[in-house]
């Protein structure tokens, strides 16, 4: 129990004096996270509002596996984006593996279901109230995507948050394509996990309050986002 | 509430020249297997006010929407001054719903969403958003989300959008059924001035008092068909077929 206290305390030293090697791997950690977050936002909410808007054979199964991607394990995506990246696999001549670009990608795929699925799902439901509206107005296919999205701005927002939480508390993906090298590569949560194997508890538990302060943060801004909504009538 | 003045000075240069007559012919809308519109033979050729009504069910708002282009007859045709209803005609017409739509934007951002659709340069879109919110009354709310206007103000808004893309033609569906009286009456009076602007009006009302203070003509439906259409004097003192007269009597029509 005193190692555990004392290991707290010294926890609490490294946040308090900002530790290069904790600020360091934050730093990658959320440059990481934000950038395949700003790339999945694109593509989840341009596959989401045409999923919605566009009539094509086979929709309703793309936006099933959409949906069942939603809860990708994230290894699953790192093993995904593994094969594809390695010296033998068909973007091998990238030489991306065991990079902070192969970490965005991984995170890209397990985060794109997730905004994507839940764009189309706000877009559906504004559509199904404005679509007459809308059509009387002669409004194309393209002007009702993007007044849908519009629209959702503050469902898309939540769904932005989201994808950020899950990317930035995964583990599975960024261990195997970014493999957790000192300095290049190592995350909050690889580090985590290899400080703690290594006994070197302080510096887990720092990471870990961290990221639960960033989870806290996060969760906070949703509700922020909601009671915005709320307040005009927008939800 | 509303100017005494005409609010439409500002717009009176542009008189409407709505392509008239408008006839149905052999009109037919089947939803399944259930025949909504049932062989509707009928010409409109007034430039005035007129007024479909009916018992629910009758298929008042399946004609409004035939009519308009939202959805495409089984069988039979509509056609504008001899022409059918294609993307140039649709942009001549806007349409009042039931229940107001408005985007989850600002009171003038909705009408200026709705011009931009239409084509409307910026320039021109900010000008007819100004005549238009000044037109309904609602200058002071012109930042306010839409949706939390009363039902009232958000119809009105919803008759100020239609308005401000300056149609030929005006389609309203029970513009004014959920509404209070003042409301209500607003609503009436800027239908009253957009049709001294020449706008051909079409509504869809259940109100009797409603269609004798507006309609020049009466469209009665019952059963997908219409079995009477005449000018309103003479439909409301003297209606012909059975189905109206009952109607009109506050008889339950089957």
């Known amino acids: 129990m005193t190692d555990f206290i004392d290991a707290f305390r010294r926890a609490v030293g490294l946040i308090g004096t900002l530790d290069p090697t904790l600020v360091e791997i934050l730093g990658l950690s959320l440059k990481v996270s934000f950038s395949a977050v700003v790339i999945a936002s694109l593509l989840g909410f341009a596959i989401g509002g045409a999923l919605a808007v566009y009539r094509f054979p086979g929709r309703s199964a793309v936006s099933a596996v959409l949906s069942a991607l939603m809860g990708l394990p994230p290894v699953v995506a790192g093993l995904t984006v593994y094969l594809l990246l390695s010296n033998v696999g068909p973007l091998g001549v990238l030489q991306l593996l065991y990079t ?64 950020f939480g899950r990317a930035i508390a995964e583990v599975g993906a960024v261990m195997i394509v970014g493999g957790n090298i000192d300095h290049v590569t190592r995350t909050m949560t690889t580090a985590i996990a290899l400080e703690t194997s290594k006994g070197n508890i302080a510096l887990a538990l720092a990471l870990g309050i961290v990221l639960l302060g960033l989870a806290f943060a996060v969760n906070a801004a949703l509700i922020g986002v909601q009671r915005l909504a709320n307040r005009f009538a927008y939800a | 509430m509303l100017d005494s003045t005409s609010p439409l000075q500002a717009l009176e240069g542009h008189l409407a020249s709505p392509p008239l007559p408008v006839e149905l012919k052999e009109l037919v809308y089947e939803a399944g297997s259930k025949r909504v519109i049932n062989g509707i033979d009928l010409t409109i050729d007034t430039r005035r006010i007129s007024a479909i009504m009916g018992p629910n069910g009758a298929g008042k708002s399946v004609l409004l929407r035939l009519m308009h282009g939202l959805i495409a007859p089984t069988r039979g045709e509509i056609l504008w001054a001899g022409r059918r209803v294609d993307r140039l005609m649709a942009r ?46 609602l200058q002071r709310h012109a930042s306010t989300p839409a949706r939390v206007l009363s039902g009232g103000e958000q119809q009105r808004l919803c008759l100020a959008r239609a308005l401000s893309l300056e149609p030929d033609v005006l389609f309203l569906d029970e513009p004014t059924s959920s509404l209070d009286p003042a409301s209500t009456l607003a609503i009436e009076r800027l239908l009253l001035d957009a049709q001294r602007r020449g706008i051909k009006v079409i509504l869809v009302t259940h109100d009797v008092g409603q269609a004798q203070r507006l309609a020049h003509d009466v469209i009665f439906l019952h059963r997908g068909c219409v079995i009477e259409h005449q000018d309103s004097e003479s439909f409301f003192t003297n209606p012909r077929s059975e189905g109206a007269q009952a109607f009109l009597s506050g008889g339950l029509v089957l």
């Open chain 1, 100 to 163: 902070p670009t192969a970490m965005i990608i991984a995170q890209v795929v397990l985060v794109t279901p997730i905004i994507g699925a839940l764009t189309r799902q706000s877009c559906q439901d504004l559509l199904e109230e404005y679509d007459e509206q809308l059509r009387s107005l002669g409004a194309s296919s393209s002007d009702i995507v993007v007044t849908l999205l519009w629209d959702g701005r503050y469902r898309l927002i939540t769904a932005v948050l989201a994808g």
């Open chain 2, 92 to 137: 001549r017409q806007a349409m009042v719903f039931q229940r107001p739509i408005l985007l989850r934007r600002s009171v003038a951002a909705n009408i200026s969403h709705a011009l931009g659709l239409r084509g409307i340069e910026r320039g021109e879109r900010a000008i007819r958003v100004g005549e238009a919110l000044r037109l309904a009354g």
